[in-house]
């Protein structure tokens, strides 16, 4: 009980995509690796695929253990400034990426501590991708903020924004996570830099002022899924090819 009543005071926002939206990625970056570096990380992920791993670190916060990895998994911003922007007196999802890159690459390290930060990757690099894990401390990047998501007016149909964001919209969706790594495979276009970890941050971060527009109350439906599943479709396809771009140099 007293680790449950742990995890209810930890702020939500260190949670990224849903279950969903992280296998979305993983599927996507595990569709474009190539033969032998999708060997190399299967082993070293002991048999399990990029999507199986993807959920890993999200799946570990209900162990106390792990809460000292909570800030990794985004970072707080004012609308009006950018990462390198302020300065920074805690680790953060910016950091992580760009240390475990360097770990991986390493040969000096152990497997154990190679596997630790591989799951870490797979499961940065998309928390990174969603824009309100560069949202507000004040509100924990959305999390404060209840709207009203296709339910009737006045009913009791809450949820907040930033859940809204990471799995709401993608699951009413309604399809499996292959099937929606299908569908951006199929129909997105590799138009985009593979960029790093500072300029994913500055694109996820300018969504974040047209995302606040939506007030404590709103009242969400189908025009306002038309207008932001594009932004999610885009971010987790983004995500699951620079993260396929990242392994295929790692492992190579």
Same mark, same amino acid.
């Given at each position: 009980?007293?680790?449950?009543?742990?995890?209810?005071?930890?702020?939500?926002?260190?949670?990224?995509?849903?279950?969903? =939206?992280?296998?979305?990625? +993983?599927?996507?970056?595990?569709?474009? $690796?190539?033969?032998?570096?999708?060997? !190399?990380?299967?082993?070293? *992920?002991?048999?399990?695929?990029?999507?199986?791993?993807?959920?890993?670190?999200?799946?570990?916060?209900?162990?106390?253990?792990?809460?000292?990895?909570?800030?990794?998994?985004?970072?707080?911003?004012?609308? @009006? !400034?950018?990462?390198?922007?302020?300065? %920074?007196?805690?680790?953060?999802?910016?950091?992580?990426?760009?240390?475990?890159?360097?770990?991986?690459?390493?040969?000096?390290?152990?497997? #154990?501590?190679?596997?630790?930060?591989?799951?870490?990757?797979?499961?940065?690099?998309?928390?990174? %991708? /969603?824009?309100? %894990?560069? +949202?507000?401390?004040?509100?924990?990047?959305?999390?404060?903020?209840?709207?009203?998501?296709?339910?009737?007016? =006045?009913?009791?149909?809450?949820?907040?924004?930033?859940? *809204?964001?990471?799995?709401?919209?993608? #699951?009413?969706? !309604?399809?499996?996570?292959?099937?929606?790594?299908?569908?951006?495979? @199929?129909?997105? !276009? $590799?138009?985009?830099?593979? +960029?790093?970890? *500072?300029?994913?941050?500055?694109?996820?971060?300018?969504?974040?002022?047209?995302?606040?527009?939506?007030?404590?109350?709103?009242? $969400?439906?189908? #025009?306002?899924?038309?207008?932001?599943?594009?932004?999610?479709? /885009?971010?987790?396809?983004?995500?699951?090819?620079?993260?396929?771009?990242? $392994?295929?140099?790692?492992?190579?």
């Amino acid at each position: 009980m007293r680790n449950i009543f742990i995890l209810l005071l930890i702020p939500f926002n260190l949670f990224g995509w849903g279950k969903t =939206g992280h296998r979305v990625v +993983g599927e996507i970056a595990e569709n474009n $690796l190539t033969v032998e570096v999708r060997e !190399k990380v299967r082993d070293l *992920l002991d048999g399990h695929s990029l999507a199986n791993a993807s959920t890993w670190a999200d799946e570990m916060r209900s162990n106390p253990k792990y809460d000292e990895f909570a800030k990794w998994h985004y970072i707080n911003l004012p609308i @009006d !400034k950018e990462y390198d922007e302020i300065e %920074h007196t805690q680790e953060n999802v910016v950091m992580i990426i760009d240390r475990a890159i360097s770990i991986l690459k390493s040969s000096s390290t152990d497997k #154990d501590t190679k596997k630790f930060y591989l799951k870490y990757l797979i499961h940065m690099v998309g928390d990174l %991708h /969603q824009p309100l %894990h560069t +949202g507000r401390e004040e509100d924990w990047g959305g999390n404060k903020i209840q709207v009203n998501f296709k339910g009737r007016k =006045g009913a009791e149909n809450w949820t907040n924004l930033h859940d *809204l964001w990471d799995a709401g919209i993608i #699951d009413d969706y !309604k399809m499996s996570y292959t099937e929606y790594a299908v569908k951006l495979m @199929d129909s997105k !276009k $590799l138009d985009f830099p593979q +960029g790093n970890a *500072l300029e994913w941050s500055k694109e996820s971060h300018s969504f974040v002022p047209k995302i606040y527009e939506t007030t404590a109350g709103s009242y $969400l439906s189908y #025009d306002y899924v038309y207008e932001v599943l594009p932004i999610i479709d /885009q971010r987790l396809f983004q995500a699951g090819i620079r993260l396929s771009t990242i $392994l295929n140099e790692i492992f190579s």
